[in-house]
């Protein structure tokens, strides 16, 4: 970064310290990872100049060769991920994916139903303060309360009742596998599209550690940065018979001007993903969160539907008499970077919260495994029993930049 240090030395440092505060701490929310060199190479490249509206061979501005060509480079690698008749790949992030799927296949008033964000649902999938909660009308479904699993019979019930004409599936503090299948008869049965959210778990999903959606529902919105370990950004696939709809929603409906700079950071993460490597890392972080999670259970901490199938654990800390903001900001103290959630049923605000929600990717593209995991729960179980406890936390800390420094982020 030499010519931004000689440019700009006061943002040179934030980011210098930034990166030491990245080395240093154990990051486990499930929605961060690290992008790799190259994928922060594209992202900060000469196509940040260029202005690229409409599509590849189609656009409203001339001198588009190479733009359009690694464009398509981008979608034939998204396509051939995640085996999908159809990519956008202009999407600026997850909510601007959710947005233009709606302004495709909904009117102003249109009903549609999705998980409660008290539950693991989204904002945009029928929050209240959200477009979807304002524009739209949802008709959210939750889980079971015994079992805080996905109840498909219950869902069933409610969208024959509502006759929603959406439906989405995907969620962001769900630690269990999602039935695309059951689904898919749902849908069928009342006429109703299909919409998976897979935000969350696309790397997992690319990686063949999680059942893919492809063949079952009529849109997939993703991010790609999240466990696809790429640029901020997201994409939008469908079978080819929705492609016309899906374009026409992102350009003109809902974007101008394409970030062409991240289009080709993407490229590079679907490249990433493509490899035989990508298998094991997915692998490794379910393998990673499911260590963790028997660990975090096995001094007393409740895990919400008792146990995780992904890159996530939700858990409930009732039973250690703390908050998930009070077990979030003691975490942190101790070098340890989670965040609070709502428990399903939560009796708290979300702001306070009774859980917390913990994710493997970052730590595994690290390369820790199985024996660091049990290590970081024993950590986490300390901070939290003691949250008030300034020596231990620095103990703890000390420890988690012990355990970082033999897993640097950028060799």
């Known amino acids: 970064m030499s010519y931004l240090k000689q440019t700009d030395g006061a943002v040179y ?5 930034e990166l030491e505060y990245q080395q240093k701490t154990l ?12 994928v922060m190479e594209a992202t900060g490249s000469v196509l940040t100049n260029k202005y690229a509206e409409g599509y590849p061979k189609k656009r409203y501005y001339a001198g588009n060769q190479y733009v359009d060509e690694i464009e398509i480079l981008a979608i034939e690698r998204a396509k051939k991920l995640f085996g999908a008749g159809h990519a956008n790949v202009q999407p600026h992030a997850g909510a601007s994916a959710n947005i233009a799927a709606f302004y495709a296949f909904l009117e102003i008033g249109d009903k549609f139903m999705g998980l409660d964000l008290a539950n693991g649902g989204h904002l945009t999938h029928g929050s209240p303060v959200n477009f979807s909660g304002k524009w739209f009308r949802p008709c959210a479904y939750t889980v079971d309360r015994k079992t805080e699993a996905l109840d498909y019979n219950q869902i069933r019930k409610r969208a024959l009742e509502e006759k929603p004409k959406l439906i989405i599936c995907g969620y962001t503090a769900y630690p269990l596998i999602i039935d695309f299948k059951a689904f898919r008869e749902i849908c069928d049965e009342v006429g109703a599209i299909m919409m998976a959210d897979i935000s969350h ?31 901020r950004g997201a994409m939008i696939m469908c079978p080819e018979a929705n492609a016309q709809k899906i374009d026409k929603a992102v350009f003109p409906g809902m974007q101008g001007g394409p970030l062409e700079h991240c289009i080709a950071a993407k ?8 490899q035989p490597e990508f298998k094991a890392y997915a692998a490794q972080i379910v393998k990673n969160a499911k260590v963790l999670a028997d660990e975090l259970a096995a001094h007393g901490l409740r ?16 039973p250690k008499g703390i ?27 979300p702001f306070v919260t009774s859980g917390l929600r913990l994710g493997t990717p970052a730590l595994t593209t690290r390369g820790m495994k199985e024996g660091e995991m049990k290590h970081i729960g024993q950590l986490i179980v300390k901070v939290i029993e003691n949250p008030n406890d300034s020596e231990l936390k620095l103990r703890v800390r000390k420890e988690t930049e012990e355990l970082c420094s033999r897993f640097p982020i950028y060799k």
């Open 323 to 349: 908050t998930g903001k009070e077990a979030q900001l003691a975490l942190e103290e101790a070098g340890i970077i989670s965040n609070r959630n709502a428990i399903p049923y939560d009796p708290r605000p």
């Open 303 to 318: 895990l919400v539907a008792g146990k995780t199938e992904t890159h996530l654990i939700l858990v409930d800390l009732t």
């Open 27 to 38: 990051r486990l929310i499930a929605s961060e990872n690290y992008a790799s060199r190259a």
């Open 201 to 231: 778990f696309a790397g997992l999903v690319a990686g063949g550690a999680y059942p893919s959606p492809a063949k079952y529902a009529d849109i997939i919105t993703t991010t790609t940065h999240k466990t696809l370990r790429g640029p």
């Open 267 to 274: 490229a590079v993460c679907f490249h990433e993903a493509l």
């Open 13 to 17: 440092e934030l980011l210098q310290k």
